[in-house]
């Protein structure tokens, strides 16, 4: 799906990412778990094309995407989710939604509204309706998004990725800032979306070692830009290096 | 309710317009011809700055290259073709946008552009002044009023107030483009792109192309608007793109209210009440003109047409407007 081939990337004089080497396989959740700091977000924004690299290629489906920018790469079918979510604020849940079904229907050429028409057509709604639906947040469809809470705000952002009809999601820290009960709300969301018969890969970057666990089928360690482990969680946790780096301390919370 | 009373105002305000010449004097319909065009002008700006978050300081410039575009070819004895020519400046004006932005739009977006695009527009209007074969300093003046032909019907646009009526017509269906343009998946596209450049790039939208469109438009507008505006006044010069007019669209919809399609147009009508109501306090005109301008700003951050759907929801239903105003300060105005 996704393989990185020896990745470096720096920020003025910060080397943030040595050499990353790793594959990601269709239909799996992989996990890139790592202290603060380690390089998780930056090895994000280099998979997606926020920003670039200066030695190593990213492919994505078979294709060197390394030069493409970010809208590219959207529209082959990379989805990703933002730390802090991204939503249009101005705009009510239902329009957030919206705007990004047009935009990934014309990406693919898909096209049922009439040119002159301005309202979205019926087909676009219903769809929102049905996405709004699915993150339990229907309800607040006509809402400004700038006033949802913190955790609808998180859903609402997984909407506008999920209407891009990914062929991988990304999450940065899906559960970022979240309550205990809302945690297990997107746990739980995640895990109906990326189930088995979805055929959806899921990459994502997470502080909470629950949610890891919960999800996971493979996970990568990175400490100060490394990659210094990757297996199952049976491998992770048993990993006596990742034990000092990183579980040490948090395998007690898990 | 919100919707139907002030579509109402807007049918009300639309007719006094066309009726004008039937009560008022020449120096006033001149003005309400003037403050249409202007009107105009200031939509194609806020096209840019509202929807697709793009400040340009230099639309005066392609305003004059419209304007001159419209002088020279119908000095030139092309009045035949009066609308033809439009389009011809039209496509010019479109042209130039696509050249500046092309350029411009690759690397700077916020302030850079800005002063920019405000660099351009003086360089022009310099050039234009010193140009003979366009009438350098003086401008090209004694600009007819031409036939328009559509189809079989010809009209005399120099006789009475033809050309009033003319712009009347021809700024209805500008403001009605404009409109289409706002409204539709392209503007909606447009405001993403104004909220969060890079969410919408996850979505999939070449964020630069749809800038470097979105400015191509707003230029082709802006010098329609200068082409309908050359034979109404008579006379092009060089400050007819000066700073002032560059400024003009700002100054309108930070009165009007940027977040509401109808703010710029608000605010000329408005810009110009004033400037005619104060036209006799020689001295004191522009201190009132800018307290007033204060004010509003200060009082009302979303302009005028935030503060009208403010009052106007309340009179509908005085308690959900107030639940909704305590809720959504931050919201945008709804058209």
Same mark, same amino acid.
């Given at each position: 799906m996704i393989r990185l081939h020896s990745v470096d990337k720096s920020y003025g004089a910060l080397k943030v990412l040595h050499g990353i080497e790793a594959e990601i396989l269709e239909g799996e959740t992989f996990a890139i778990i790592g202290p603060n700091g380690a390089g998780k977000t930056t090895l994000f924004k280099v998979m997606t094309g926020e920003v670039g690299c200066e030695a190593g290629t990213v492919e994505f489906l078979g294709k060197d995407v390394t030069k493409e920018p970010a809208y590219r790469r959207t529209r082959a079918g990379m989805g990703r989710t933002f730390q802090m979510a991204r939503i249009f604020k101005e705009m009510t849940a239902e329009e957030n939604i919206v705007v990004a079904i047009e935009a990934r229907a014309k990406n693919m050429g898909q096209r049922d509204t009439p040119w002159y028409q301005v309202r979205p057509s019926r087909a676009t709604v219903d769809e929102a309706g049905e996405i709004l639906a699915r993150l339990s947040l229907e309800r607040k469809a006509r809402i400004a998004a700038a006033q949802l809470s913190h955790g609808d705000k998180k859903r609402l952002e997984l909407g506008i990725t999920l209407a891009g009809r990914p062929k991988v999601l990304m999450l940065d820290e899906p559960t970022a800032g979240m309550s205990p009960s809302e945690r297990v709300g997107v746990t739980e969301l995640i895990r109906s979306i990326s189930g088995k018969g979805s055929g959806l890969t899921v990459i994502m970057t997470e502080h909470d070692m629950g949610v890891i666990f919960g999800l996971a089928d493979r996970i990568m360690v990175?400490?100060?830009?490394?990659? $210094?482990?990757?297996?199952? $969680?049976?491998? $992770?946790?048993?990993d006596p290096v990742v034990r000092d780096v990183y579980l040490g301390k948090e395998a007690h919370h898990a | 309710m919100n919707r139907t009373i002030s579509g109402a105002l807007l049918a009300v305000l639309a007719a006094a317009l066309v009726l004008l010449p039937f009560w008022a004097n020449s120096g006033l319909v001149f003005l309400a011809g003037t403050t249409m065009v202007v009107a105009v002008f200031a939509l194609s700006w806020n096209l840019l700055f509202g929807y697709a978050g793009l400040a340009s300081f230099g639309s005066g410039g392609l305003f004059s290259i419209g304007a001159y575009t419209m002088a020279v070819t119908l000095r030139g004895g092309y009045e035949g073709q009066f609308l033809l020519l439009i389009a011809l400046s039209t496509a010019i004006g479109g042209a130039v946008a696509f050249a500046i932005g092309v350029v411009a739009l690759r690397r700077s977006t916020g302030i850079f552009l800005a002063i920019l695009t405000l660099a351009l527009a003086e360089l022009l209007r310099i050039t234009l002044a010193?140009?003979?074969?366009?009438?350098?300093?003086?401008?090209?003046?004694?600009?007819?009023?031409?036939?328009?032909?559509?189809?079989?019907?010809?009209?005399?646009?120099?006789?009475g107030n033809h050309y009033y009526w003319f712009l009347c017509v021809a700024c209805a269906l500008l403001v009605a483009l404009c409109w289409w343009i706002a409204h539709g998946r392209f503007g909606r596209t447009l405001r993403t792109i104004r909220l969060d450049t890079e969410r919408a790039a996850f979505m999939g939208v070449d964020t630069h192309r749809y800038r470097l469109v979105a400015f191509t438009i707003s230029g082709a507008i802006a010098a329609c608007a200068g082409s309908l505006f050359a034979p109404w006044a008579q006379i092009v010069t060089p400050d007819i793109g000066n700073m002032m007019r560059s400024t003009q669209p700002i100054l309108f919809t930070l009165l009007g209210g940027a977040s509401s399609f109808w703010g710029p147009m608000i605010g000329a009508f408005l810009f110009s009440a004033i400037e005619f109501s104060t036209r006799t306090l020689v001295g004191i005109q522009e201190i009132i003109t800018g307290g007033i301008l204060l004010g509003v700003v200060l009082l009302f951050p979303t302009g005028v047409a935030g503060a009208w759907n403010a009052l106007v929801a309340r009179l509908a239903d005085p308690y959900r407007a107030e639940a909704k105003a305590k809720a959504t300060t931050l919201r945008p105005v709804k058209e």
């Open positions: 990175m400490n100060q830009g490394r990659k $210094i482990a990757e297996g199952s $969680i049976d491998d $992770i946790r048993a | 010193k140009i003979h074969w366009l009438g350098a300093e003086d401008g090209i003046p004694s600009i007819v009023r031409p036939k328009a032909s559509i189809g079989v019907a010809t009209v005399d646009l120099a006789q």
